[in-house]
Nanobody, 124 residues
Framework: VQLQASGGGLVQAGGSLRLSCSASGGTFSNYRMGWFRQAPGKEREFVAAISRSGGSTYYADSVKGRFTISRDNAKNTVYLQMNSLVPEDTAVYYC??????????????????WGQGTLVTVSS
């Protein structure tokens, strides 16, 4: 499956952005989807994940209550709504697809396919 992330940009602290990730080349509903981010000089970290049906969502503590992950299986798209952004949210954001069952959704190594990343910059 191919993933294409979009929606990044420059925003002031306290602002909002909505990231989108469109999938092609596979049956989208077969994949658990996740968002990760990587800031300069730091390791890639888990942000959020959503189950295949969309019925279950998971968040890193640092974004809980501010970010919302959702998916539209009819449109083959997963979203990340980001509110109350802070400068520490500045990073390249990646969407990822996991085709297997049983792996840790928090671990980037569990995911099989990755988008190209979209840059989010939050100014203070």
């Amino acid at each position: 499956v191919q993933l294409q992330a979009s929606g990044g940009g420059l925003v002031q602290a306290g602002g909002s952005l909505r990231l989108s990730c469109s999938a092609s080349g596979g049956t989208f509903s077969n994949y658990r989807m996740g968002w990760f981010r990587q800031a300069p000089g730091k390791e890639r970290e888990f942000v959020a994940a959503i189950s295949r049906s969309g019925g279950s969502t998971y968040y890193a503590d640092s974004v809980k209550g501010r970010f919302t992950i959702s998916r539209d299986n009819a449109k083959n798209t997963v979203y990340l709504q980001m509110n109350s952004l802070v400068p520490e949210d500045t990073a390249v954001y990646y969407c990822a697809a996991d085709r297997a069952y049983g792996g840790s959704l928090y671990y980037h190594g569990s995911y099989d396919y990755w988008g190209q990343g979209t840059l989010v910059t939050v100014s203070s």
